[in-house]
Every structure is written in C-alpha cells, then in structure tokens.
C-alpha cells in the first residue's frame, strides 16, 4: 500500500477538490420518493441543515408516454376501437401531463411539513427526466453542499442492498452523499465510525465525522485497517511458479523478506500513525475520539468493527489512496456501501492536516537522501517517504540525510535484507490442527479454501505459532461459505465451529444432517447455528428414534 500525504502543488491550506472540510451543511438537497428510506433521509437532514433543504423528485413523463405507444398494440380487444383508443390516449396524456406532477407535489408536500416541524426552510424542484440524471444534473450546479438519499426505494425487494437510482448517483456524484441505509435509525443511535487510510478525502471525512458528532453529541471512533495477509497469499502464489534459476533472478527470498517486515510492520507504524494524527486533529477540534488499529481486508475489518459497537453512521473517504484519476469509486468504500447496515456518508471533500503540510513546506532532503527514497520499490516508495518525513518531523529535524533514512527505515524493517545469494528455497508449510484442518476442508470453493488456508498460516506466523489451530482460521471462516445456496435460502448462518463438527459427519449422510438441524433452528425461529443449537437437535433426533429414552 502506498501512503502519500504530499501536496499538490497549488495547494492552499485545507482546500480540496470539492471544497473545504468539514462540509458545508448549509444547503442540503433531498432525493424524494416517500420510501422508509428516502423519508428517513429526510428527517436526518433537517437535524443537520444550517439553512434550507431543497427537495427533488423527478417524474420521467416522455418515459411514461413513450411506454404507453409501445404497449397500445397490446392493449385487450375492446380498446382495439379507434374511438376507444383515442380515448384512452388523452386519458393517458391527462395522467401524464397532471397525474405525475400531482404525485410529485404530493412527495414534496409531505417533505415540506417534516422541514417546517424542524424550523427550516424547504424549496422544490421537480425535474422531468430519468430520475439519477436530474440528481446528477442538480448537483453539477454547484447549488447545493450535500445529498441526502435514501439506499432504497420504492422498487426494493427482499436481499436488496443498494437501490440502482442511489449506486449510480454516488459512482457520479462531485459532492458529499448521505446514504440512508436503515429506514429508522437515527444518526446517534450509536457511534459514528471513520475510515482513515491517510487520504486527504479520509481526512475530510473525520473533519465531517467530529462536526456531525460535536453538533449532535455522538461519539466518534476513528479506524485504520490493514492488510498483513494479502502479500503473504501473494508470494506463496509466486513460489509454486518461479524455478531457481528465476527465483534468484527476482531474489524472491530477499522480496519476500522485505515484505514480510514491510506489511508486518512498516505499514502497522504508517496506519498507527494516521490515527495519531487524527487524534490531534480531534483534540484541536475539542472532540475526544476512540481510534483502533484493525488488521485484516479492509472493508471486511471495518464492517465487523461496525457491526461490533453498533454504530449509526459511517463516514468514508469516496476514493482512497489508491485513488487515480479514472476512478469513480474506491473498492473498500463500494463494498462497505453494500455491507454495512448503518447510515453511510461518503465524502468528497478533502483535508490535509496542518502537522503534514507544515512537514511537505519545511522539510529539505539531501540529494543523496532522495536518491536513496527513489531507489525503493515504487509500491512502498510514497509510504517510506511518508514514515521519514514524520519521524523527522518528530525528532526535530529539517534536513534529511542518508544515515537519517536509513535509521528511520531499520526501524520500519527490523532485520536487513538478507543475503541476495542465499538459495530460493520454496515457503515452508505449518502444520495443521486437526480440528482447523476439517474447519478448512469444509470449504468447497477450491480458491476460497487456498487463499484462507495462506491467510490462516499467516495469522500462525504472526503469532509465532508453529501449528495453524482453529484461532488462526477462525477469523477468516466467516467470509466463506461452504454451500451457500442451502443457507441462503434458509437465512441460516452456522458458526465456523459448528461446520468443522458437520465435517465429521460421514459424507453420505451430511447432507441430510444438516438439513435436519436447518429445519430444527427454523421451528424454533433461530437464524444463528452454534453447538448449542447442533446438540439440541442431535438430542431431538435421538428422542424421535427412541422414544423409550424419554424416561
């Protein structure tokens, strides 16, 4: 991963792209359509308007019309009449032309009360056009600060996540959006959570997040997630391809080592490093925050820290470091968007924390010194000038040298680089519990079980085990599914511990086992399968079989 807070030239200040942080919040416009969700947008921006809310709801009227010609053809025998058809077709244009409109002045109406109950004013707009081109369109007005809109909309359905009219907006939009993605939970009903990655759009977004939670008095936790598996799974992928003869070619030894302290170690500083500057970025701002340091896929090590503390809002960055010009939305930020269960707000505006642009406007580095940065991968390269630029600044220093980098980057990867010469010998395996072993072996998608089979090892290593036992795999197992299509149609979820005990059940009657503890948790209107629940339904069988048991 590679971290960059450098700035731009031109820079001033706090100023980004989309405007200054934290967002503006005094001209909010709203997406109606008197969905749960749409209303629920609604009522969370009235608690934050500053000035006046401005409603839009477009109604596709050519849409309309041009549906009903196509469908006049089709149309039952009696209407096949001209007279009846002429007739029906100024019923239509009446339905057209008025109807919508009615309907979208009713959206508005109802909008409006909720914006006069909370004392601030309310104006309309009522476009005709394909309603996620209107909202585009208003927004590229530069008219307003914010969009509200709900995740669904009238068109939702069971296993919904994300409603298209509100994907395709976000994906497009050059401003803040608020996403309702619970129909009546409030911002407050728990913590609001920030992704930090060290973008400037992260950093944007905790400016948002403390001026939302001071003004509502909601706690704020900031995190920071890495991922210390992937180029784990990565270099064991590239160890089963390259021969000897290659591997000493791409010193493959010497890269493995250098990510293995880099990821394990170097990155862990760098991510600490941007919480700690959020910490001083909140305590100038007087907000006291949590900030907590997760290990693990980004946007999975965030959904389950959401879902932990029960936060009400999480406030991300729109793209992240990664980000390039072409991109419209980051990965992590798109996922959590689906995934998590509260409110998400994703943000456009930027923040460069004053420690940093001091550090960029200040700092000077010796030729030798930058030589000696640019000679590092270019992966790593913007995260190592990060680390060195902070620890100068740290330490005092205003001139970087060669002997001041190298101090910096022994502490980032303890241990050197090994010896270039030395054999390319392929990774050495752990050895497996028996338990963890059957836990893994219940996953049926072969790339799935590979890649958290490395994961697992890796987790091992981290603790300097030397046996992958159940803790290792644990963590992993709840992003896999060993027969999906069963569980989702049941809305059943087992425990990882419960699947590795189904793995020991002969495989000619496994499945028939399983559904038979399927359909005993659903009697009882349970979701959740643990061993409590495995050995109550074994009990339960054993009494049908056996009734003289029962005694």
């Given at each position: 991963?590679?971290?960059?807070?450098?700035?731009?030239?031109?820079?001033?200040?706090?100023?980004?792209?989309?405007?200054?942080?934290?967002?503006?919040?005094?001209?909010?416009?709203?997406?109606?359509?008197?969905?749960?969700?749409?209303?629920?947008?609604?009522?969370?921006?009235?608690?934050?308007?500053?000035?006046?809310?401005?409603?839009?709801?477009?109604?596709?009227a050519r849409l309309h019309d041009r549906?009903?010609?196509?469908?006049?053809?089709?149309?039952?025998?009696?209407?096949?009449?001209?007279?009846?058809?002429?007739?029906?077709?100024?019923?239509?244009?009446?339905?057209?032309?008025?109807?919508?409109?009615?309907?979208?002045?009713?959206?508005?109406?109802?909008?409006?009360?909720?914006?006069?109950?909370?004392?601030?004013?309310?104006?309309?707009?009522?476009?005709?056009?394909?309603?996620?081109?209107?909202?585009?369109?208003?927004?590229?007005?530069?008219?307003?600060?914010?969009?509200?809109?709900?995740?669904?909309?009238?068109?939702?359905?069971?296993?919904?996540?994300?409603?298209?009219?509100?994907?395709?907006?976000?994906?497009?939009?050059?401003?803040?959006?608020?996403?309702?993605?619970?129909?009546?939970?409030?911002?407050?009903?728990?913590?609001?959570?920030?992704?930090?990655?060290?973008?400037?759009?992260?950093?944007?977004?905790?400016?948002?997040?403390?001026?939302?939670?001071?003004?509502?008095?909601?706690?704020?936790?900031?995190?920071?997630?890495?991922?210390?598996?992937?180029?784990?799974?990565?270099?064991?992928?590239?160890?089963?391809?390259?021969?000897?003869?290659?591997?000493?070619?791409?010193?493959?030894?010497?890269?493995?080592?250098?990510?293995?302290?880099?990821?394990?170690?170097?990155?862990?500083?760098?991510?600490?490093?941007?919480?700690?500057?959020?910490?001083?970025v909140a305590q100038d701002a007087s907000?006291?925050?949590?900030?907590?340091?997760?290990?693990?896929?980004?946007?999975?090590?965030?959904?389950?820290?959401?879902?932990?503390?029960?936060?009400?809002?999480?406030?991300?960055?729109?793209?992240?470091?990664?980000?390039?010009?072409?991109?419209?939305?980051?990965?992590?930020?798109?996922?959590?968007?689906?995934?998590?269960?509260?409110?998400?707000?994703?943000?456009?505006?930027?923040?460069?924390?004053?420690?940093?642009?001091?550090?960029?406007?200040?700092?000077?580095?010796?030729?030798?010194?930058?030589?000696?940065?640019?000679?590092?991968?270019?992966?790593?390269?913007?995260?190592?000038?990060?680390?060195?630029?902070?620890?100068?600044?740290?330490?005092?220093?205003?001139?970087?040298?060669?002997?001041?980098?190298?101090?910096?980057?022994?502490?980032?990867?303890?241990?050197?680089?090994?010896?270039?010469?030395?054999?390319?010998?392929?990774?050495?395996?752990?050895?497996?519990?028996?338990?963890?072993?059957?836990?893994?072996?219940?996953?049926?998608?072969?790339?799935?079980?590979?890649?958290?089979?490395?994961?697992?090892?890796?987790?091992?290593?981290?603790?300097?085990?030397?046996?992958?036992?159940?803790?290792?795999?644990?963590?992993?197992?709840?992003e896999s599914t060993r027969k999906p299509?069963?569980?989702?149609?049941?809305?059943?979820?087992?425990?990882?511990?419960?699947?590795?005990?189904?793995?020991?059940?002969?495989?000619?009657?496994?499945?028939?086992?399983?559904?038979?503890?399927?359909?005993?948790?659903?009697?009882?209107?349970?979701?959740?399968?643990?061993?409590?629940?495995?050995?109550?339904?074994?009990?339960?069988?054993?009494?049908?079989?056996?009734?003289?048991?029962?005694?």
């Amino acid at each position: 991963m590679v971290v960059n807070l450098a700035i731009d030239e031109g820079t001033e200040g706090t100023k980004g792209a989309a405007g200054d942080a934290p967002v503006s919040m005094a001209r909010i416009m709203v997406a109606l359509d008197q969905s749960d969700y749409a209303n629920n947008a609604m009522k969370q921006a009235t608690r934050l308007c500053t000035d006046t809310i401005t409603g839009i709801h477009a109604y596709a009227a050519r849409l309309h019309d041009r549906r009903f010609k196509q469908m006049e053809g089709g149309l039952p025998e009696r209407y096949q009449r001209e007279s009846e058809m002429e007739h029906q077709r100024e019923v239509h244009e009446d339905l057209i032309g008025m109807g919508l409109g009615l309907i979208s002045d009713s959206y508005h109406d109802a909008a409006e009360t909720v914006s006069k109950a909370a004392n601030v004013p309310f104006k309309r707009l009522s476009p005709e056009g394909k309603n996620y081109t209107c909202l585009i369109s208003a927004m590229n007005r530069n008219e307003h600060d914010a969009l509200f809109i709900g995740a669904l909309g009238l068109g939702a359905v069971a296993g919904s996540t994300i409603g298209t009219v509100c994907e395709r907006v976000v994906r497009r939009t050059n401003m803040d959006v608020f996403v309702a993605k619970d129909r009546r939970m409030n911002i407050g009903d728990g913590p609001i959570v920030v992704g930090m990655d060290g973008s400037p759009k992260s950093f944007g977004a905790l400016m948002t997040a403390l001026d939302i939670g001071k003004r509502l008095e909601v706690p704020v936790h900031v995190v920071a997630a890495y991922d210390p598996y992937y180029h784990y799974v990565a270099f064991n992928k590239i160890s089963t391809v390259l021969d000897e003869e290659a591997g000493k070619v791409f010193r493959f030894k010497e890269q493995e080592q250098l990510h293995e302290e880099l990821i394990d170690d170097g990155i862990a500083k760098i991510y600490q490093a941007h919480l700690n500057v959020a910490q001083t970025v909140a305590q100038d701002a007087s907000v006291e925050i949590v900030t907590e340091l997760l290990a693990g896929k980004p946007y999975q090590a965030i959904k389950k820290y959401v879902e932990k503390h029960g936060a009400s809002l999480l406030v991300v960055g729109k793209t992240g470091v990664h980000a390039d010009d072409g991109l419209d939305i980051g990965g992590n930020t798109e996922n959590l968007l689906r995934m998590v269960p509260c409110h998400v707000w994703v943000g456009m505006v930027e923040y460069y924390p004053p420690s940093d642009v001091v550090a960029e406007e200040t700092i000077m580095w010796s030729d030798e010194a930058s030589e000696m940065i640019n000679r590092a991968p270019e992966f790593v390269r913007g995260m190592a000038r990060t680390g060195v630029i902070r620890q100068a600044q740290k330490e005092g220093h205003t001139f970087i040298t060669t002997k001041f980098v190298e101090q910096v980057m022994s502490k980032m990867m303890p241990g050197g680089g090994g010896d270039r010469d030395a054999p390319q010998a392929q990774f050495e395996r752990l050895k497996w519990a028996e338990d963890a072993r059957t836990m893994l072996d219940g996953i049926t998608d072969k790339q799935v079980r590979e890649n958290i089979e490395l994961r697992a090892e890796k987790s091992a290593r981290r603790d300097a085990a030397n046996v992958v036992s159940v803790e290792h795999i644990e963590p992993f197992m709840a992003e896999s599914t060993r027969k999906p299509s069963i569980r989702e149609r049941g809305g059943i979820e087992w425990r990882a511990a419960s699947l590795a005990r189904l793995q020991r059940v002969p495989e000619s009657f496994r499945d028939q086992v399983e559904t038979s503890i399927e359909n005993f948790a659903k009697k009882r209107g349970l979701t959740v399968i643990d061993a409590a629940i495995e050995d109550d339904a074994f009990a339960n069988a054993r009494l049908a079989m056996c009734p003289e048991d029962r005694g």
